[in-house]
């Protein structure tokens, strides 16, 4: 079955510093896609970046990066130069054949 | 570019009533998913709809239905609410023919049952 694990329920970053975002997964077929989104206050659901099971290289969008480990099944989001604005809640996310969410982060970027 | 659009925004019904929830997808999207996020939770997949049909459904009792419009819109119907239905309802469009068949998501509706 698949399963989807974020352990940090609640993370503190200053601004201008980097942080990393964990999230395992447990899935035993071998295509399968990854997603972390952003929730803010407002509730709705910002994708931010995608890693295909097959990809060989590291997703990047922006000051977002994905550390894919598959080896370990892992797939840490990796947010550099934080900003105010990125506080938010951070999902992550596995879609196989259907798509399920991780319990989420709450992320707080000090001034 | 219309994003996914949601309506209504807040609902508040009482134990027993029914509610349908409406939702349009982004623009050129087919397939349209739809997720119950309880309070300090992560969204939880309720089903999803491609070509009018239902595709997948989650663990969610028939209480939730759904239906997909010839213009790939939706709706999201509750029956018999519980007061355990009341969450943040959220839908999600994609393209069929994206291989990362990435979701995009709308603001979302905001039920209270009492």
């Known amino acids: 079955a698949q399963k989807i694990t974020q352990t940090q329920p609640g993370m503190f970053v200053q601004e201008k510093e980097a942080v990393t975002l964990d999230c395992t997964y447990d899935t035993s077929d071998p295509s399968y896609g990854l997603f972390w989104y952003k929730q803010p206050s407002s509730g709705e659901m910002i994708f931010l970046i995608y890693?295909?099971?097959?990809?060989?290289q590291n997703a990047t969008e922006g000051r977002y990066s994905l550390n894919f480990q598959k080896a370990r099944k892992s797939a840490n989001l990796v947010i550099s130069a934080s900003q105010l604005g990125d506080s938010a809640m951070y999902f992550c996310a596995m879609r196989e054949s259907q798509t399920i969410f991780g319990a989420g982060t709450r992320l707080f970027v000090k001034a | 570019d219309a994003g996914v659009t949601q309506s209504p925004t807040h609902l508040i019904k009482t134990r027993g009533q029914q509610v349908t929830l409406r939702c349009s997808p982004k623009?050129?999207?087919?397939?349209v998913s739809w997720y119950q996020q309880a309070l300090g939770q992560g969204p939880q997949f309720i089903f999803q709809?491609?070509?009018?049909?239902?595709?997948q459904r989650g663990n969610f009792p028939d209480r939730f239905s759904g239906h997909q419009f010839p213009n790939y819109s939706s709706e999201l119907n509750v029956n018999a609410l519980l007061l355990g239905d009341s969450a943040l309802y959220l839908c999600?469009?994609?393209?069929?023919?994206?291989?990362?068949?990435?979701?995009?998501f709308g603001p979302g509706t905001r039920l209270l049952v009492l």
């Open positions: 999600a469009s994609s393209f069929t023919r994206d291989t990362q068949e990435t979701q995009y």
């Open positions: 623009s050129g999207h087919d397939t």
């Open positions: 709809y491609y070509e009018e049909e239902e595709r």
């Open positions: 890693q295909g099971s097959y990809d060989q």
